[in-house]
């Protein structure tokens, strides 16, 4: 997961999202943001959603969402 200043055109953060205590690979096409807050929402082989900021070197959360891999997550436009 890499966070680019469209502004200036550099990278401001870079996180291996598979070293984050085991999650699994995370799949390209699973990917959303939360429009409320500007989380980046991001599943993960195991069944594990994630939600990252640009500040923090772990997700913020992480949540067991379903028994398999994950094949698609939306977030409603209020941010719930």
């Not at 995370?26 to 993960?44: E, F, K, R, Y």
Request: proline share 4%.
């Amino acid at each position: 997961l890499s966070y680019v200043d469209v502004s200036i055109g550099k990278k401001v953060a870079s996180y291996n999202t598979r070293i984050a205590n085991g999650n699994g690979r995370c799949g390209t096409s699973v990917m959303c943001q939360n429009p409320s807050n500007a989380l980046i929402g991001l599943g993960h082989a195991g069944g594990v959603l994630t939600f990252w900021s640009p500040n923090q070197r772990e997700p913020l959360v992480k949540m067991l969402a379903h028994k398999s891999t994950l094949r698609a997550v939306t977030i409603d436009s209020t941010g719930t």
